[in-house]
């Protein structure tokens, strides 16, 4: 099994919450005292932020990114994402 950074989160049912940066210059996750911060260098409102959201967030815990999915923050910078079981 693959770890990522963010292994310790990547237990199926945990709703993680992030705030999405767009039109950055490249993709790239931080860890802040106030939370996760993922950055993306899609557009906020076209559906590829999520995914490169959702793919970042999934690498950083070590898993695919079919075992997560998002549950708020469609067309919002802040976005909740919970891993499947």
Do not use: W, Y
Not at 73 to 79: F, H, L, M, P
Request: with cysteine; charged share 25%.
């Amino acid at each position: 099994m693959k770890h990522g950074i963010l292994s310790d989160l990547s237990t199926p049912g945990t709703e993680i919450e992030v705030r999405v940066t767009p039109n950055a210059p490249q993709v790239d996750l931080l860890v802040e005292c106030m939370g996760l911060r993922v950055f993306v260098t899609d557009d906020i409102d076209s559906e590829r932020a999520n995914d490169s959201a959702l793919k970042v967030l999934a690498d950083a815990l070590g898993i695919p990114a079919a075992h997560m999915h998002q549950i708020s923050g469609k067309t919002s910078r802040d976005k909740a994402f919970v891993v499947d079981a």
